[in-house]
C-alpha cells in the first residue's frame, strides 16, 4: 500500500554520487521488479547523464562573421571537446571540462554569403548594401558590431538585398553546407565526443523571434541528400508550418529523423506560443493539425540562454519570488517594437506550457508539450558558460573592461534597449541516454528526458508516479522511479482516486555551489472555471529553515565575497531530494509538473569582470545569480 507524503519531504547530505539510470520505453515492469541480487547486472538502462550546447553560431553565420568572429566550426569543435584555442580578440581560453555532445548551427539563410561579403566577391561588391557592409565589417571594433545589428534589421524587415541572402541554388551555400557536414563527421567520437549535424532556421517576421534549430540524428549520407531549409521565399519560408512541411518531407524522402527547437520566445513580442495563426489572413484560432504538428516536431523548447531567461516572468507568475532571473523583456529582436504586458503569455516556457493545456482542452491536442533545454547562441564560437570564463554573444563582448557598460541596441529614438551586462552566461542542455552517441542522445531529445541548466552541470532527476514516503532514502533511484512511475518528458497515470507522488533528486555540480532548494512548479486548468493556474512547492531544502506563515521558505543566506569574488559552500546542501504528493490534486484537471532547482548565491560574470579589470560596475548591474536547473515537464490527462 502506497504512503501518501505530503508537502515536505526528505533532504539528505552524503559524499556519495547519485545512481543515474535510464530505462528505454520497451523496459516492462516486470523486468525492473525482478532485478538480480547485484543492481549491477543485466541493466537495461545506463548510469550516466550527458551535457552539451544544441545552439551555436560560428564565423559562418552572417551576423557572426560581420561582427568579427573569425573561429570557424572546426575551430569551436576542439575548443568544445577540451582544447585551448585563441579567441577572436586574440584570448587564449579554454573549458574546465569538455563537453559531452555539441551542435553547431549556422544559419541557413545566406549560407556562404559572410565570408564573400568580407573578402570582396564581385558580386557582392557590384551591390551597393554589399559594399557598405564589406566595408563596416572589414573597419572591425564598434562599427562592425553596429553594421552587423544593421544586417539583422534589414533582414528582419525584408530590405536585405537578394545579393546578399545566398539560397539554395548558389554554388556557395551548398559548398558551406558540405563543409558543415564534413566538420561535424570528422569530431565525432562516439562515446566520447558526440557532434550533430544541424542549422538554425532564422525566421524573423518584422523583428518577431521565431527562430528554430533543426537537428539531424543522422550522418553525411543523409544529411547530403538535401540542403537546410530557409526562411525566404519563394525557396524557404518563415511561417513554422512551412517549416513542420519541409522536416516531413525530409524524413520521406531521406529515411531520415530530424527535430526542431525554438529559442527567445522573450524576443517574439508574443509570437512564440501564440493562440492564434499569424500568418494567416484574419489570424484565426489555432487548429488541430497546427497542434499535432508542432507537437511532433518540437519536442524541446529553450528555456535559458546569453539572450536571456525563458522560464517565467514576473508580472505572470506573480507568487514566484525567482520568477524574475535574467528577465530581457524590451522588445523584440531587433528593439523595433516595444513590449507590452499583452504579449508576455506568449513569450514564456510556463505560460506556454499553460496555454497548451487550454488548447488541449479545446482542441484534443497540446500544441505545446515541450521539454527543457538551454544551450548558448553564442556567435564567437566559444560556448563558455561558466560564470568566471564567460567569453559573451559577440566578439564585442568577449571579455574586456567595457562589455559590461556597452550599449547592446538602442530603439529608434535612441532610448536603451539594454546594456551589455544584461547578457547571460547561459546554458547547456542534459539528456539521460543510453551512450554517448548521435542515436541515443537525438532520441533521449525527441522523448523529452532532458533538461536546461544556466550553466552548472548538476544531476537532476524527476519522476511521477506512485512512490513510498521511504524510496528517497534509496540509492536506486532510476529502479525505483520507472518502475513506479514515468520520467521527466512523460505522460502520468494515477489509480482512481489517488493524487500522484513525484520523486525528485539533484546532487550539486562536483565543481560548483551547493544547492539551495528543490522547487516542483505545478501549472492545471481548473475544471470550474477553465482558468490557466500555477504553484510553486517548495519540496526539499538545505540548512536548517522552515516554510513562515505566508508559506514561504526563508532565504538560504549568501556567502560571496564580491572582492575576490568568491563563495563558499558552507550553507545549502549538496545533495537534495523529495517524495511530494500533489496536496491540491483534482483528478478531473489537465496538469503538468516541472522541478526547478536553484543553488545557492554565486558571483556572476560582472563580477568577475569588475576585478579583473578593476572597473566600477554601471547602475543596477547585478553581481551576483542563483543558477539553476529545469526539468521537462510530467503531464497529467483526465482519463474521461
Known amino acids: 500500500m502506497r504512503i501518501p507524503y505530503l508537502a515536505v519531504c526528505m533532504a539528505f547530505v552524503t559524499g556519495t554520487t547519485a545512481f543515474a539510470q535510464v530505462v528505454p520505453p520497451d523496459a516492462s515492469d516486470a523486468f525492473l521488479k525482478g532485478r538480480p541480487y547485484s543492481p549491477y547486472a543485466d541493466r537495461a538502462y545506463p548510469e550516466r547523464v550527458f551535457f552539451g550546447d544544441t545552439h551555436v553560431h560560428t564565423g559562418l553565420s552572417a551576423d557572426a562573421g560581420g561582427g568579427g568572429t573569425r573561429l570557424m566550426p572546426r575551430d569551436a569543435y576542439r575548443f568544445a571537446r577540451g582544447e585551448q584555442v585563441t579567441s577572436n580578440t586574440g584570448q587564449p581560453v579554454k573549458l574546465h571540462r569538455p563537453f559531452d555532445f555539441y551542435m553547431i548551427t549556422d544559419h541557413s539563410d545566406a549560407m556562404g554569403a559572410i565570408t564573400d561579403i568580407i573578402s570582396g566577391a564581385p558580386n557582392i561588391l557590384a551591390d551597393e548594401q554589399g559594399r557598405e557592409f564589406h566595408n563596416a565589417f572589414n573597419t572591425g571594433g564598434e562599427e562592425a558590431l553596429r553594421a552587423m545589428q544593421q544586417l539583422i534589421a534589414s533582414f528582419a524587415q525584408g530590405t536585405v538585398s537578394p545579393a546578399l541572402n545566398y539560397q539554395p541554388g548558389n554554388p556557395a551555400f551548398a559548398t558551406v553546407w558540405g563543409d558543415i557536414i564534413g566538420a561535424a563527421e570528422e569530431f565525432n567520437d562516439p562515446g566520447v565526443f558526440t557532434t550533430f549535424i544541424a542549422f538554425e532556421w532564422t525566421s524573423l517576421v518584422q523583428g518577431n523571434n521565431l527562430h528554430r534549430n533543426v537537428i539531424l540524428r543522422d550522418g ?182 567595457e562589455r559590461a557598460s556597452h550599449v547592446g541596441k538602442s530603439f529608434s529614438d535612441g532610448d536603451v534597449a539594454y546594456y551589455g551586462w544584461g547578457y547571460s552566461a547561459a546554458g547547456l542542455t542534459a539528456v539521460w541516454a543510453r551512450e554517448n552517441t548521435r542515436t541515443s542522445i537525438f532520441d533521449a531529445m525527441e522523448r523529452r528526458e532532458a533538461y536546461g541548466t544556466t550553466g552548472p552541470r548538476m544531476t537532476v532527476r524527476f519522476f511521477g508516479g506512485d512512490y513510498s514516503e521511504d524510496a528517497i532514502a534509496r540509492r536506486d533511484l532510476a529502479r525505483i522511479g520507472y518502475g513506479g512511475g514515468v520520467p521527466m518528458g512523460g505522460d502520468l497515470t494515477v489509480a482512481e482516486g489517488e493524487a500522484p507522488d513525484f520523486l525528485v533528486y539533484s546532487l550539486r555540480d562536483p565543481v560548483g555551489a551547493n544547492l539551495d532548494r528543490i522547487q516542483i512548479i505545478k501549472g492545471w486548468i481548473d475544471a470550474d472555471t477553465g482558468e490557466a493556474q500555477e504553484k510553486v512547492y517548495d519540496v526539499a531544502w538545505g540548512g536548517d529553515r522552515s516554510p513562515g506563515e505566508n508559506g514561504k521558505l526563508p532565504t538560504v543566506g549568501s556567502t560571496v565575497d564580491l572582492s575576490i569574488p568568491s563563495w563558499t559552500n558552507t550553507i545549502g546542501a549538496s545533495e537534495l531530494g523529495a517524495v511530494w504528493t500533489d496536496p491540491d490534486f483534482d483528478p478531473s484537471e489537465l496538469a503538468f509538473y516541472y522541478a526547478r532547482v536553484i543553488e545557492i548565491p554565486t558571483p556572476r560574470w560582472t563580477a568577475y569582470d569588475a576585478v579583473k579589470f578593476g572597473v566600477e560596475m554601471p547602475e543596477g548591474t547585478p553581481m551576483v545569480t542563483q543558477e539553476r536547473a529545469y526539468t521537462s515537464p510530467i503531464w497529467y490527462t483526465p482519463n474521461n
Open 220 to 401: 553525411p549520407d543523409i544529411a547530403r541528400q538535401i540542403l537546410p531549409y530557409t526562411t525566404t521565399p519563394p525557396v524557404g519560408s518563415p511561417n513554422p508550418q512551412d517549416l513542420y512541411a519541409w522536416l516531413q518531407n525530409f524524413e520521406d524522402t531521406t529515411g531520415g529523423d530530424a527535430l526542431a527547437i525554438a529559442h527567445n520566445g522573450n524576443l517574439s513580442n508574443g509570437w512564440v506560443f501564440s493562440l492564434v495563426d499569424d500568418f494567416a489572413e484574419g489570424k484565426p484560432p489555432l487548429d488541430r493539425a497546427y497542434a499535432v504538428a508542432r507537437a511532433k516536431w518540437e519536442p524541446l523548447y529553450e528555456w535559458s540562454q546569453i539572450k536571456g531567461d525563458g522560464e517565467a516572468h514576473p508580472l505572470l507568475s506573480t507568487e514566484d519570488e525567482f520568477a524574475d532571473y535574467e528577465t530581457w523583456d524590451f522588445g523584440n529582436l531587433d528593439a523595433s517594437v516595444t513590449k507590452t504586458p499583452e504579449m508576455l503569455p506568449g513569450e514564456y516556457a510556463r505560460s506556454g506550457l499553460l496555454r497548451g493545456l487550454a488548447l488541449q482542452a479545446e482542441l484534443g491536442v497540446n500544441p505545446y508539450k515541450f521539454g527543457a533545454s538551454a544551450a548558448t547562441d553564442t556567435h564567437t564560437g566559444l560556448s563558455a558558460v561558466a560564470e568566471d570564463n564567460f567569453f559573451g554573444k559577440h566578439t564585442a563582448y568577449e571579455p574586456n573592461a
